[in-house]
């Protein structure tokens, strides 16, 4: 039997209370707002071309006009939901088409996983949305309440009128970019121009001013208050990218071997003076750490909170500009190249070919070629067939038993159309159609009107010779009587 461990008694009889356990770190730390400084230089730049070109992109293209004829939107990208229709410039695509959206995200995703091989987390860094908005509103909060000194300064000093008109002229420029922003976002599920009137004359509908409003707040909580927390604690990418890292992918790396150690640069100190103390090119100036945007230190080595932008490159490059040293200190760089040059060996050339993204890139090919060669053969119609549960089959007085089918005709043709119902599977079936004129025999002629789902009711008779299993395969075969186009539908015929 285990013994249970007894306190030390005093010799006045008290017991001692064991001593205390050591501390250990807090399980919640509060969110430490990040200042980040404006950088300028090439990878700035680049940022500041994508994230214009992708801001101008989302506004303009719901203004964009497609002809599709007489009766039909001539928005060119359009989800439709109250006609369940999504137009995307010539290509037209209904609920039944749901595998080309698959097809998209799979084509999405496993571009994401090449351009993470190549360059780590470069979608992140320069087109992620939440990357260009989030620019954008610090942009905006530079303009108005000064860089990163003067915005910690304003945030630390007194709340006085100073302090309270910046931020209110901030959070009224912030606010009016969400309202453009969830605009915008409705102008893909509705008429652009017929909602912008709305909007003008105050008398949007109530759904779809929900619906702005929402995507409103959450673009102004997101890119004006959740920022790199998004990044980090939000999103699961960081957590993913590690698997498809190698060290063959170009990723922001500090040079260790040619900054380390660091010290502060000294006026009276030469840099043969400096190397020959041991220290290096960095001098520790932080200047890389004030203008990430998610507030790490890349001296520390590759981390999860990197978002590969490279604005501590430009930041670095400045520095070693102002003080005669070689740029580069921070760079884009693989692992490979980064062990070489600290063992004073010549690097091997960056290898944009290998396994992994030979793999990637013929993924790609070969799902953009399947939704190509799918998109060009699209049928102009679409059959489904759904055969009814209750009564499972019905015996009829002539000896026969009977299935009842809903079967549904989507004519995706601007005319009306003409279609022959046969089936197969099963000898001596007789079909009925109600409602179609009485119609009866071995093929019904059913029609459809155009841009529509027909239904239709069919039954199904059979001898109860021909139905030798409780289950039996039957197949329709729906037929184009002008243009031949055939689909087909798989169910079964129940009996006894």
């Given at each position: 039997?285990?013994?249970?461990?007894?306190?030390?008694?005093?010799?006045?009889?008290?017991?001692?209370?064991?001593?205390?356990?050591?501390?250990?770190?807090?399980?919640?730390?509060?969110?430490?707002?990040?200042?980040?400084?404006?950088?300028?230089?090439?990878?700035r730049?680049?940022?500041?071309?994508?994230?214009?070109?992708?801001?101008?992109?989302f506004?303009?293209?719901?203004?964009?006009?497609?002809d599709?004829?007489?009766?039909?939107?001539?928005q060119?990208?359009?989800?439709?939901?109250d006609?369940?229709?999504?137009?995307?410039?010539?290509?037209?695509l209904?609920?039944?088409?749901?595998?080309?959206?698959?097809?998209?995200?799979?084509?999405?995703?496993?571009?994401?996983?090449?351009?993470?091989?190549?360059?780590?987390?470069?979608?992140?860094?320069?087109?992620?949305?939440?990357?260009?908005?989030?620019?954008?509103?610090?942009?905006?909060?530079?303009?108005?309440e000064?860089?990163?000194?003067?915005?910690?300064?304003l945030?630390?000093?007194?709340?006085?009128?100073r302090?309270?008109?910046?931020k209110?002229?901030?959070?009224?420029?912030?606010?009016?970019?969400a309202?453009?922003?969830?605009?915008?976002?409705?102008?893909?599920?509705?008429?652009?121009?017929?909602?912008?009137?709305?909007?003008?004359?105050?008398?949007?509908?109530?759904?779809?001013?929900?619906?702005?409003l929402f995507?409103?707040?959450?673009?102004?909580?997101?890119?004006?208050?959740?920022?790199?927390q998004?990044?980090?604690?939000?999103?699961?990418?960081?957590?993913?990218?590690a698997?498809?890292?190698?060290?063959?992918?170009?990723?922001?790396?500090?040079?260790?071997?040619?900054?380390?150690?660091?010290?502060?640069?000294?006026?009276?100190?030469?840099?043969?003076?400096?190397?020959?103390?041991g220290?290096?090119?960095?001098?520790?100036c932080?200047?890389?750490?004030?203008?990430?945007?998610?507030?790490?230190?890349?001296?520390?080595?590759?981390?999860?909170?990197?978002?590969?932008?490279g604005?501590?490159?430009?930041a670095?490059?400045?520095?070693?500009?102002?003080?005669g040293?070689?740029?580069?200190?921070i760079?884009?760089?693989?692992?490979?190249?980064?062990?070489?040059?600290?063992a004073?060996?010549?690097p091997?050339?960056?290898?944009?070919?290998?396994?992994?993204?030979i793999?990637?890139?013929?993924?790609?090919?070969?799902?953009?070629?399947?939704?190509?060669?799918?998109?060009?053969?699209?049928?102009?119609?679409?059959?489904?067939?759904?055969?009814?549960?209750?009564?499972?089959?019905?015996?009829?007085?002539?000896?026969?038993?009977?299935?009842?089918?809903?079967?549904?005709?989507?004519?995706?043709?601007?005319?009306p159309?003409a279609?022959?119902?046969?089936?197969s599977?099963?000898?001596?079936?007789?079909l009925?159609?109600?409602?179609?004129?009485?119609?009866?025999?071995?093929?019904?002629?059913?029609?459809?009107?155009?841009?529509?789902?027909?239904?239709?009711r069919?039954?199904?008779?059979?001898?109860?010779?021909?139905?030798?299993?409780?289950?039996?395969?039957?197949?329709?075969?729906?037929t184009?009587?002008?243009?031949?186009?055939?689909?087909?539908?798989?169910?079964?015929?129940?009996?006894?």
């Amino acid at each position: 039997m285990q013994k249970l461990a007894r306190s030390p008694v005093g010799e006045s009889g008290a017991v001692t209370p064991p001593p205390n356990p050591p501390s250990l770190p807090p399980l919640y730390a509060s969110h430490k707002k990040i200042y980040p400084k404006a950088a300028r230089g090439r990878f700035r730049r680049i940022k500041w071309a994508l994230t214009t070109a992708l801001l101008a992109l989302f506004l303009i293209l719901p203004w964009l006009r497609w002809d599709r004829g007489a009766g039909v939107p001539d928005q060119a990208v359009l989800l439709d939901l109250d006609a369940q229709r999504f137009y995307l410039f010539a290509v037209e695509l209904w609920p039944q088409h749901i595998y080309y959206f698959t097809g998209a995200m799979i084509l999405a995703a496993i571009g994401l996983f090449l351009a993470t091989a190549l360059a780590g987390r470069v979608w992140c860094g320069y087109s992620c949305p939440q990357t260009v908005w989030t620019d954008l509103y610090v942009w905006v909060e530079e303009r108005i309440e000064g860089d990163r000194g003067a915005r910690i300064r304003l945030d630390n000093g007194p709340r006085d009128a100073r302090w309270l008109a910046r931020k209110a002229a901030k959070h009224a420029v912030w606010l009016l970019i969400a309202l453009a922003t969830g605009a915008t976002a409705i102008f893909y599920f509705v008429d652009a121009p017929g909602y912008a009137r709305d909007l003008a004359r105050l008398e949007p509908s109530t759904l779809a001013s929900g619906w702005m409003l929402f995507m409103a707040a959450c673009t102004y909580a997101m890119a004006g208050f959740m920022r790199e927390q998004m990044c980090v604690y939000v999103c699961p990418w960081p957590r993913i990218q590690a698997a498809l890292l190698d060290e063959e992918s170009l990723v922001v790396t500090y040079q260790d071997w040619r900054g380390e150690g660091r010290a502060p640069l000294r006026k009276d100190q030469g840099w043969e003076a400096r190397k020959s103390t041991g220290l290096g090119d960095c001098i520790d100036c932080n200047a890389c750490v004030h203008v990430c945007p998610t507030g790490i230190d890349i001296r520390d080595g590759i981390q999860m909170d990197c978002i590969s932008c490279g604005l501590c490159i430009d930041a670095c490059n400045d520095v070693m500009a102002r003080i005669g040293r070689p740029g580069d200190l921070i760079r884009y760089d693989t692992q490979s190249a980064q062990a070489a040059k600290a063992a004073a060996r010549k690097p091997e050339p960056y290898r944009l070919v290998r396994p992994r993204t030979i793999v990637y890139t013929l993924l790609m090919v070969v799902v953009s070629g399947v939704m190509a060669w799918s998109l060009a053969l699209k049928p102009a119609s679409g059959l489904s067939v759904l055969r009814d549960r209750a009564p499972l089959y019905v015996a009829l007085s002539g000896g026969e038993l009977q299935n009842s089918y809903t079967v549904k005709i989507a004519n995706m043709t601007r005319q009306p159309q003409a279609y022959r119902l046969t089936l197969s599977g099963i000898a001596g079936a007789v079909l009925n159609g109600a409602g179609v004129n009485g119609a009866e025999g071995a093929e019904l002629e059913l029609t459809a009107a155009p841009d529509t789902v027909q239904t239709y009711r069919v039954h199904v008779r059979v001898p109860r010779s021909a139905v030798a299993a409780v289950s039996t395969p039957i197949t329709f075969t729906l037929t184009n009587t002008a243009e031949g186009g055939v689909q087909t539908a798989a169910t079964v015929f129940l009996g006894p």
